[in-house]
């Protein structure tokens, strides 16, 4: 009785155990996601608000020309892919850009069906200085850090981007 005793008390222990072993894994997966967020919604608050003042530039928008740019010329259907973003979202996007001609569309030589989206001189300009203006925001906002802050920052978020990059299996040329 005593063994069938200690054996339920042992499994019960290797029960109680592996369900800790879990929960500190998802505690730490919570962690990991909530970090995230957070970090998202700060660059957010940071890069996007004052974006959307001082511009009628959505971050969509952003992103698109940023992937135009670093891609050249891309089908409707590629920059959904891209950015993850359902093609009727990117068609909305994407008409915007071309009416404040910053891009125009392309019929595709081998397929009437395919419509491709390029950069015009003027989105190519405008995402430049969007992303000047960004970087200066950004530098701004980090030079109140003392230099072995902006070292770990400069650490830590090169080795988020490498986990991001691995997590998500992004081969992510745009990153």
Do not use: W
């Amino acid at each position: 009785m005593t063994n069938i005793f200690v054996h339920k008390y042992n499994s019960y222990i290797f029960v109680l155990l592996f369900l800790i072993t879990i929960s500190v894994a998802d505690s730490n997966i919570n962690n990991a996601i909530e970090n995230l967020m957070a970090i998202f919604q700060l660059l957010h608050k940071a890069i996007a608000r004052p974006l959307r003042s001082s511009c009628s530039i959505s971050p969509g928008m952003v992103y698109i020309l940023g992937l135009l740019k670093k891609n050249g010329t891309l089908s409707m259907s590629e920059i959904g892919k891209k950015l993850v973003m359902p093609k009727p979202n990117v068609t909305t996007l994407v008409d915007k850009l071309i009416a404040e001609s910053l891009a125009e569309r392309l019929p595709d030589e081998n397929d009437r069906r395919i419509i491709n989206i390029r950069l015009t001189e003027k989105g190519s300009e405008v995402f430049l200085v969007l992303k000047k203006n960004m970087s200066e925001e950004l530098q701004r906002k980090i030079e109140v850090l003392n230099e072995k802050d902006i070292e770990e920052l400069s650490h830590s978020s090169a080795h988020v981007k490498d986990m991001l990059r691995l997590v998500l299996n992004a081969d992510c040329k745009h990153c």
